[in-house]
């Protein structure tokens, strides 16, 4: 099995999955005997004192526990995701045998998941500027989880590591070539537990890792794809943030780099005002003018809204786009793979990303693609030379799988 990248199988440990952003806290508890999820939570408005934040716990199987109260900090807010959990689903917090953090950016220092250690946890703050908005959050989450639970393994997962195996032609932007040495500009990726868990599923769907040349589109909030070849990430939409690529909720992807300068000319927009523009005022939401969200588009593009129906069509323009640049980069095309919350919801987006690529050997089968169906599946008609498949992704697992991997090994070499 290559399903989702490294399953040890019946592992009898506890691992906490911990996603910690600036102002919330999501987690998932594992008992990896079995995979099995005991409890998912996620808590709001973390670390703003005067607001009053909201922590949802839902233990599996039992019923959903809403505390609404200040956090001030993710250590206080780790306390009560604790308490909640203690009634209940754990006995004691000494039965959590390892945390597995998902940090956004591991940078050319970390190409693959690693246990923490104070000295690697200085490291990673020293990435902070490859991720303003993402590794600070990361590692103030890390530290609350050593101070709360200090007998446990903490292993970091990265959203980058999947990617590490591009080539440098895949990941060299052409620059003056001493901002990628001094500064370190390059491409490096993101969503990388999304795109290993999706690929190694079509892997087995597939019935061999090699030679497969995959393209995973990874459409959610936040949109990414990634070509893979006989099992390993050749490029990526993503560059050195999340902006670059495809057309996103609220992010442009690409765009020419002189509008911004453009901009900043003749508006007199500073950095600031250029990251809000491309970063939270832009794709969907920018182009329709209505909503960040795939279902108002399609829903609205459907009674004829025509800026709903162009932000529609520039988004799926752009996936075809990179269907087609990836299937040259790898010399053909073996299986598209459509995850996350609009890939794997909108028959609508996916029949739009597929138009016109049966050149490729892409051929989508209407009835298959429809949305009644739910689950793993693939759409594609019997003939179809590359196989179209919808995968549900499942990045806290991947997180999980490495978690208890790492903490096992520790285990074993004292
Ligand atoms: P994610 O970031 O993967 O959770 O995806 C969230 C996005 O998925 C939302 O902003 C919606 O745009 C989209 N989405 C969720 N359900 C549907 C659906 N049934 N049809 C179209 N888009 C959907």
């Known amino acids: 099995m290559t399903d989702g990248g490294g399953r040890p199988g019946g592992v009898e440990m506890i691992i906490f999955v911990l996603n910690s952003g600036s102002s919330s806290l999501k987690y998932q508890l594992f008992d990896m005997r079995s995979e099995k999820v005991l409890a998912t939570g996620l808590a ?5 004192p005067s607001q009053v934040g909201r922590l949802v716990n839902r233990p599996t199987g039992g019923a959903e526990h809403v505390l609404e109260q200040p956090f001030s900090g993710h250590r206080e807010a780790l306390d009560c995701v604790f308490d909640l959990l203690l009634e209940g689903t754990l006995e004691s917090i000494d039965q959590i045998d390892a945390v597995g953090h998902r940090v956004v950016h591991g940078g050319e220092s970390f190409t693959r998941s690693v246990r923490l250690t104070p000295e690697i946890l200085e490291e990673l703050h020293g990435l902070s500027h490859l991720a303003p908005l993402h590794n600070p959050a990361n ?4 530290r609350a989880c050593f101070e709360r639970l200090p007998s446990a393994a903490q292993i970091a997962v990265f959203d980058t590591a999947f990617h590490s195996t591009m080539p440098p032609v895949s990941y060299m932007y052409a620059l003056p070539y001493h901002l990628y040495t001094d500064l370190k500009v390059r491409r490096y990726g993101f969503h990388g537990t999304s795109h290993q868990y999706v690929s190694a599923r079509a892997i087995d769907l597939l019935g061999r890792a090699a030679p497969s040349r995959i393209v995973t589109c990874h459409l959610g909030n936040g949109c990414s794809m990634t070509a893979v070849r006989d099992g390993v990430a050749v490029d990526t939409s993503m560059g050195m943030t999340p902006a670059e690529g495809l057309v996103m909720g ?9 509008v911004l300068t453009f901009l900043m000319e003749t508006q007199g927009w500073g950095p600031e005002r250029i990251d809000e523009l491309i970063n939270k005022e832009s794709g969907l939401q920018g182009l329709s003018g209505e909503s960040n969200d795939m279902r108002d588009l399609t829903d609205l593009a459907a009674q004829g809204h025509e800026r709903a129906k162009l932000a529609v069509d520039v988004f799926c323009h752009r996936v075809r786009k990179y269907i087609g640049a990836y299937a040259a980069e790898m010399g053909g095309l073996d299986a598209v793979v459509f995850t996350g919350g609009i890939g794997e919801n909108s028959s609508v987006v996916r029949a739009k990303c ?8 892409v051929e989508l089968d209407d009835e298959l693609n429809q949305d009644r169906v739910r689950g793993e599946r693939d759409i594609s008609r019997p003939g179809s030379r590359a196989r179209i498949m919808v995968i549900p992704t499942n990045e806290e697992l ?4 490495e978690t208890a991997r790492l903490a096992a090994e520790a285990l074993v070499g004292g």
Do not use: H, K, S
């Open 44 to 48: 709001e408005r973390v670390g703003q």
């Open 139 to 142: 590692v103030t989450g890390i």
């Open 250 to 258: 609220t992010r442009c992807g690409d765009i020419d780099p002189a």
């Open 354 to 361: 597929c138009d016109g690529l049966e050149f490729l050997g």
């Open 398 to 401: 991947v997180i999980a799988r």
